[in-house]
């Protein structure tokens, strides 16, 4: 008690500065729960604290009402009236409560909803990411949109050219993503837009002027105050603008994504393309956008029409040379799929897309030789499996798995992107894989059926050959086909086109039976001959190589009763000869011998930058071969190029009408007796008739001589006297009655 007491007078003596920085709390654990001055420390510490006397916030909403403060304040004047009085003198602000006081502090403390909520704008919207959305249910009501029109785009387009500011860029965009929002088809995304396209010219208008002149404004926006020549390899980012304008650059480029994939026009498209590849500095700063962009483009590039498909390639490949790192290996298998996809089916006309998208992929690949390696490895490693799963079941389902285009069109792919890379040496190891590949999918099926596919593995492998500089037994497959196939045979049917060998990889049992399979055999086996062996020509030991050819080939030409198939050959036989005669001269004048390597290599340069007879003949067949193909190509056929002479066909009533200019005199009746021998000739044609009347003529000569004759042999007069008119009356008697001649016995 006695302490207690102490402690109440030294609590008195303290002015509120003291009190406050006296350690009290240690104080108030030694007196009883129900003391008076815990209860008067408790309730000042309640009327200080924001969140009560208990400290947590639910607690301080239930107890912290103007009423209970007062009824707090109300027994501390009962339990400890010093300390009531000492509020009095010192803080009478505690003791003055009133209820709208600490109603207005609770507000305070509490949050409590606006009447109305602002909406957020559209940069912002598009700038959250998920996780940052806005429920639905917080958003505020929509405002009314704004329709743009013609002098408002064209008074945008000229502030733009003038002085463009980060608030006009911000209405120039929401306008264009309004007008994106129309070609997508969705109408909340319309309803959302803070303007609304409602023409088609306003539509065409607003999207030109951005396309056209909006990002070199920007630019000029954002390096405004950069020395000139600085801005231009400078980053978009770098701009102390940038802070401002990247929500709305952000918005924009997200538009310009969605109308690249919705349009139909070619020439629209190109040119949002080619704005795109300008854009491509911004896109970079932006890694989610930039992947919704090279997406895109993938697609286009691998399905688009021609010009689409470059200008996505240089868009892909900009990309890639800029953040190698980050999007050069999702690229490539994208790439890579796509290509698949899209060689399942040849034709003449889309074989040209077919090589553009593997040489197109080879330079991708050719960014990074490391990243190729390791993708050239896995995908001629899942053709190997396909090849080994077919020649283990020996089935019709895994055979078809390896005898598609898809396959060839990848070994092909492979092929080139080894003869590209392989002078950089990180993807030789692979040239042997891949040859036994080709090499296995030519044995898996050796029938005659399957001869375009044999035709195009061998193409695959003298492409590796020539381009990687590694010998490769081509030759084999070539004459074994020679040995196989009976050309002498005659063919059990004609056909009236020839068969193209470049667009078909099975043959069927109707093919083998007509004459255009033998005849488009002979031919291409003569041309993959010629386009191996002049890889081959400049080689020091070409005469050995050939050696088995040439054999085989003088053995067709005596076996073979087919004069045009002998030409063909003959003249190919001719060439290789020729090129083995210009070798071996050659050779006879080197010093050097075979186990010197250097030296071999430097002589096979020197001669193939001289050329050789067969390299000669070759560069020229190939260009009228290649002019074929384009005929071909452009669906003409190659009869067109040959001047034959135009059979002109006149009309018939013109015929008519020249006949009757030409026999007009035959037509005319100007004697009395034509006249009565007319109705006796009416239904006999007129050059009829004028070998009628020469025969009269010749009749009435006859006549006269027989009269002479007759009266020189005492006959009678009376018929030498008849008139022509008579006479052909008389010819011209009954000629239903036969009457039996009388012979006389004189005669």
């Known amino acids: 008690m006695?302490?207690?007491?102490?402690?109440?007078?030294?609590?008195?003596?303290?002015?509120?500065?003291?009190?406050?920085?006296?350690?009290?709390?240690?104080?108030?654990?030694?007196?009883?729960?129900?003391?008076?001055?815990?209860?008067?420390?408790?309730?000042?510490?309640?009327?200080?604290?924001?969140?009560?006397?208990?400290?947590?916030?639910?607690?301080?909403?239930?107890?912290?009402?103007?009423?209970?403060h007062k009824d707090q304040l109300s027994r501390l004047k009962d339990k400890d009236p010093e300390f009531y009085k000492f509020l009095q003198e010192n803080d009478q602000s505690l003791l003055n409560f009133s209820a709208s006081d600490s109603s207005e502090d609770e507000e305070e403390q509490l949050h409590s909803l606006p009447s109305t909520l602002e909406e957020a704008s559209e940069e912002e919207e598009d700038g959250m990411e998920t996780g940052d959305r806005i429920p639905k249910g917080l958003q505020g009501k929509k405002r009314d949109s704004t329709t743009v029109t013609l002098g408002m785009v064209e008074q945008w387009k000229q502030a733009s050219e003038q002085h463009l500011t980060p608030r006009l860029f911000h209405e120039v965009v929401q306008a264009f993503r309004a007008a994106v929002a129309t070609t997508q088809g969705d109408q909340d995304s319309i309803e959302d837009c803070r303007f609304q396209i409602t023409d088609s010219a306003v539509f065409n208008a607003l999207v030109t002027f951005c396309v056209r002149d909006l990002l070199g404004c920007l630019q000029k926006l954002l390096f405004s105050k950069a020395p000139r020549g600085s801005a231009r390899g400078a980053a978009p980012s770098s701009s102390p603008l940038w802070g401002k304008l990247r929500l709305?650059?952000?918005?924009?480029?997200?538009?310009?994504?969605?109308?690249?994939?919705?349009?139909?026009?070619?020439?629209?498209?190109?040119?949002?393309?080619?704005?795109?590849?300008?854009?491509?500095?911004?896109?970079?700063?932006?890694?989610?956008?930039?992947?919704?962009?090279?997406?895109?483009?993938?697609?286009?590039?691998?399905?688009?029409?021609?010009?689409?498909?470059?200008?996505?390639?240089?868009?892909?490949?900009?990309?890639?040379?800029?953040?190698?790192?980050?999007?050069?290996?999702?690229?490539?298998?994208?790439?890579?799929?796509?290509?698949?996809?899209?060689?399942?089916?040849?034709?003449?006309?889309?074989?040209?897309?077919?090589?553009?998208?593997?040489?197109?992929?080879?330079?991708?690949l050719a960014l990074d030789t490391g990243a190729a390696y390791q993708h050239a490895f896995l995908y001629i490693r899942q053709l190997a499996v396909h090849l080994r799963n077919a020649m283990a079941m020996r089935k019709k389902e895994t055979y078809q798995s390896v005898y598609n285009w898809q396959f060839v069109h990848c070994l092909y792919l492979w092929c080139r992107v080894l003869g590209t890379l392989c002078p950089k040496g990180a993807l030789e190891p692979l040239i042997y894989p891949l040859a036994q590949i080709i090499i296995g999918c030519i044995k898996l099926v050796p029938t005659a059926r399957f001869y375009p596919l044999r035709l195009h593995c061998v193409r695959a492998l003298t492409l590796l050959s020539e381009s990687t500089g590694t010998f490769i037994p081509v030759l084999p497959f070539i004459l074994e086909v020679f040995q196989q196939v009976n050309f002498n045979k005659k063919p059990g049917r004609m056909s009236p086109k020839p068969i193209n060998f470049a667009v078909i990889l099975k043959l069927s049992n109707v093919n083998l039976q007509e004459k255009a399979y033998l005849d488009g055999l002979l031919e291409q086996l003569c041309d993959h001959s010629l386009e191996y062996l002049q890889g081959q020509a400049h080689s020091v030991a070409f005469p050995e190589l050939v050696?088995?050819?040439?054999?085989?080939?003088?053995?067709?030409?005596?076996?073979?009763?087919?004069?045009?198939?002998?030409?063909?050959?003959?003249?190919?036989?001719?060439?290789?000869?020729?090129?083995?005669?210009?070798?071996?001269?050659?050779?006879?004048?080197?010093?050097?011998?075979?186990?010197?390597?250097?030296?071999?290599?430097?002589?096979?340069?020197?001669?193939?930058?001289?050329?050789?007879?067969?390299?000669?003949?070759?560069?020229?067949?190939?260009?009228?071969?290649?002019?074929?193909?384009?005929?071909?190509?452009?669906?003409?056929?190659?009869?067109?190029?040959?001047?034959?002479?135009?059979?002109?066909?006149?009309?018939?009533?013109?015929?008519?009408?020249?006949?009757?200019?030409?026999?007009?005199?035959?037509?005319?009746?100007?004697?009395?007796?034509?006249?009565?021998?007319?109705?006796?000739?009416?239904?006999?044609?007129?050059?009829?008739?004028?070998?009628?009347?020469?025969?009269?003529?010749?009749?009435?000569?006859?006549?006269?001589?027989?009269?002479?004759?007759?009266?020189?042999?005492?006959?009678?007069?009376?018929?030498?006297?008849?008139?022509?008119?008579?006479l052909q009356r008389l010819a011209q008697g009954p000629d239903d009655e036969l009457e039996d001649l009388q012979l006389s016995e004189e005669d």
Not at 17 to 33: M, N, R, T, Y
Not at 41 to 62: E, F, K, L
Request: charged share 30%; net charge negative.
């Open 2 to 68: 006695a302490a207690s007491l102490s402690r109440k007078r030294r609590l008195a003596e303290l002015t509120v500065d003291e009190f406050l920085a006296s350690g009290f709390d240690s104080e108030s654990e030694s007196e009883p729960e129900g003391a008076p001055g815990v209860e008067a420390r408790t309730a000042r510490g309640a009327a200080r604290s924001p969140q009560g006397p208990s400290g947590n916030p639910s607690t301080s909403r239930r107890k912290g009402h103007a009423s209970e």
């Open 248 to 364: 709305d650059i952000k918005t924009y480029l997200n538009s310009v994504t969605q109308l690249a994939s919705c349009l139909a026009e070619t020439t629209v498209a190109a040119a949002v393309l080619q704005h795109i590849s300008n854009a491509v500095p911004y896109y970079l700063t932006f890694p989610q956008q930039c992947r919704a962009l090279l997406k895109r483009m993938v697609v286009l590039w691998g399905t688009g029409e021609e010009t689409l498909r470059v200008l996505a390639f240089l868009v892909l490949i900009r990309v890639c040379r800029h953040k190698k790192d980050t999007f050069l290996g999702p690229i490539l298998k994208q790439m890579y799929l796509t290509y698949v996809k899209n060689c399942k089916f040849t034709s003449p006309g889309v074989l040209p897309t077919i090589i553009f998208m593997q040489r197109t992929l080879t330079e991708v």
């Open 547 to 726: 050696l088995p050819a040439v054999l085989q080939l003088k053995s067709f030409l005596r076996e073979c009763k087919v004069a045009n198939y002998c030409r063909q050959v003959r003249q190919l036989l001719e060439k290789v000869q020729e090129n083995v005669a210009y070798v071996q001269g050659r050779r006879q004048a080197v010093t050097f011998g075979v186990s010197d390597r250097q030296a071999v290599d430097a002589w096979e340069k020197q001669t193939r930058v001289e050329g050789t007879p067969l390299t000669k003949y070759y560069s020229h067949w190939r260009k009228l071969r290649d002019r074929e193909l384009q005929l071909e190509i452009s669906g003409k056929e190659r009869l067109e190029d040959l001047n034959f002479p135009e059979i002109k066909r006149r009309r018939t009533e013109a015929k008519k009408e020249e006949d009757r200019k030409e026999f007009k005199d035959l037509f005319d009746l100007n004697s009395d007796d034509e006249d009565t021998t007319g109705l006796s000739r009416r239904g006999v044609p007129g050059p009829l008739r004028a070998g009628q009347e020469a025969e009269e003529e010749e009749d009435d000569s006859d006549g006269s001589e027989e009269e002479i004759s007759d009266s020189e042999d005492g006959g009678t007069d009376e018929e030498a006297g008849l008139s022509p008119g008579e």
